[in-house]
């Protein structure tokens, strides 16, 4: 299989080294506008084919798929580009910047019968990927409610960038700071939420940086189908958090997605506090558990940082390969991007 990436920032040298790892896969073509990068690039993973023109590149290597990692305003017209030429195409968070380019994107992709997948890794974590199919399964029952909370350092180099330039790219998105981070969290909710849901959401510059908001809390109902779901994103809050836990009719799932902990909970079959003490020793057995494998993990080359990003990489791969579905579907690219578009609309009236 035959890939290219364009946009050399960051995140792409961990898509490239992820690659590398994935059996039958081949890096035939980097693309970036800025010669500079695009050449101590190309030097450090060994990528002869490098290109200025991203449209150069799709006709001279031929890629099977494409990694469009570059900031968010050019990931519709760079996905429309590629799937025109035949490529499956993954796309980094958020996939698009609305609704509509969403739509037009998969319309496009089922007329080529090419796939689309968008970089929410996350969901390939150890952690969250078990507690999703727990829940997918229907063992904790019906999903009654979901709750997120992401945390987001604007300290680090990252937050410092955009905070300093009032023109980045980050200050430019309709949604600016929430609309790069939350697919993340929104990932979560999406699969269980159903179509028929309303939302509301509320922000404030609780630091007053006076450049963006930087708290955010979204809650989302769904009355018929009885299942509701709150997102709390802030920058106000150590240590660094992203957790996620399922309210269900039968038992709630909790997981932790920085230390990639899983925590299924339920009544105890014995009443009173001796129930209760059970309960805790049988959480602290689960995590003495989890805690060998992911020693077991981490020293066997199984659970590092990108992991993750490998495993929904892979997969995505797999898709093309037997025509199956794409790690995230297209049913859940659509209610991220309204979601995401909903929000927008409210946190500019207010």
């Known amino acids: 299989?035959?890939?290219?990436?364009?946009?050399?920032?960051?995140?792409?040298?961990?898509?490239?080294?992820?690659?590398?790892?994935?059996?039958?896969?081949?890096?035939?073509?980097?693309?970036?506008?800025?010669?500079?990068?695009?050449?101590?690039?190309?030097?450090?993973?060994?990528?002869?084919?490098?290109?200025?023109?991203?449209?150069?590149?799709?006709?001279?290597?031929?890629?099977?798929v494409v990694h469009i990692t570059t900031p968010p305003p050019s990931h519709f017209s760079l996905g429309k580009e590629a799937i025109r030429q035949g490529c499956s195409t993954y796309i980094e968070k958020p996939f698009t910047l609305?609704?509509?380019?969403?739509?037009?994107?998969?319309?496009?992709?089922?007329?080529?019968?090419?796939?689309?997948?968008?970089?929410?890794?996350?969901?390939?974590?150890?952690?969250?990927?078990?507690?999703?199919?727990?829940?997918?399964?229907?063992?904790?029952?019906?999903?009654?409610?979901i709750e997120t909370v992401m945390s987001y350092d604007l300290t680090g180099i990252?937050?410092?960038?955009?905070?300093?330039?009032?023109?980045?790219?980050?200050?430019?998105?309709?949604?600016?700071?929430?609309?790069?981070?939350?697919?993340?969290?929104?990932?979560?909710?999406?699969?269980?939420?159903?179509?028929?849901?309303?939302?509301?959401?509320?922000?404030?510059?609780?630091?007053?940086?006076g450049m963006v908001s930087d708290e955010l809390r979204l809650q989302i109902f769904n009355e018929k189908e009885k299942i509701t779901a709150s997102l709390v994103f802030t920058s106000n809050i150590k240590p660094a958090t992203f957790q996620v836990r399922y309210y269900g009719t039968k038992k709630s799932v909790y997981f932790d997605n920085i230390l990639n902990t899983l925590s299924i909970e339920k009544t105890p079959s014995i009443p009173s506090r001796i129930g209760e003490l059970i309960k805790i020793k049988n959480n602290i057995t689960s995590l003495k558990k989890q805690l060998w494998h992911m020693?077991?993990?981490?020293?066997?080359?199984?659970?590092?940082?990108?992991?993750?990003?490998?495993?929904?990489?892979?997969t995505f791969y797999d898709s093309?390969?037997?025509?199956?579905?794409?790690?995230?579907?297209?049913?859940?690219?659509?209610r991220t991007a309204k979601i995401m578009d909903e929000m927008i609309v409210q946190l500019r009236r207010k």
Not at 19 to 26: A, D, R, T
Not at 162 to 168: A, E, I
Not at 320 to 334: A, F, G, M, W
């Open 98 to 145: 609305s609704l509509n380019e969403t739509e037009e994107l998969i319309t496009l992709a089922n007329k080529k019968k090419v796939k689309l997948c968008v970089g929410t890794d996350c969901l390939y974590y150890t952690a969250m990927y078990k507690a999703m199919e727990f829940v997918k399964k229907g063992k904790i029952g019906r999903v009654t409610h």
């Open 320 to 334: 093309i390969k037997h025509n199956t579905q794409p790690p995230v579907s297209y049913t859940e690219l659509r």
């Open 295 to 314: 020693l077991k993990g981490y020293f066997t080359g199984k659970e590092q940082y990108f992991s993750g990003m490998n495993r929904m990489i892979s």
């Open 1 to 64: 299989m035959k890939i290219a990436i364009v946009g050399l920032g960051q995140i792409a040298d961990a898509h490239i080294c992820e690659i590398k790892k994935i059996k039958g896969c081949k890096v035939v073509g980097i693309c970036d506008k800025v010669n500079s990068i695009l050449t101590m690039f190309s030097q450090r993973h060994g990528i002869k084919n490098k290109y200025t023109e991203f449209k150069t590149m799709l006709k001279e290597t031929e890629p099977d």
């Open 158 to 209: 990252f937050g410092k960038v955009f905070l300093s330039n009032p023109s980045h790219w980050v200050n430019k998105l309709p949604g600016k700071l929430f609309q790069n981070i939350i697919s993340h969290p929104l990932s979560a909710i999406v699969p269980f939420i159903g179509d028929t849901y309303k939302t509301f959401a509320w922000a404030s510059d609780f630091s007053e940086n």
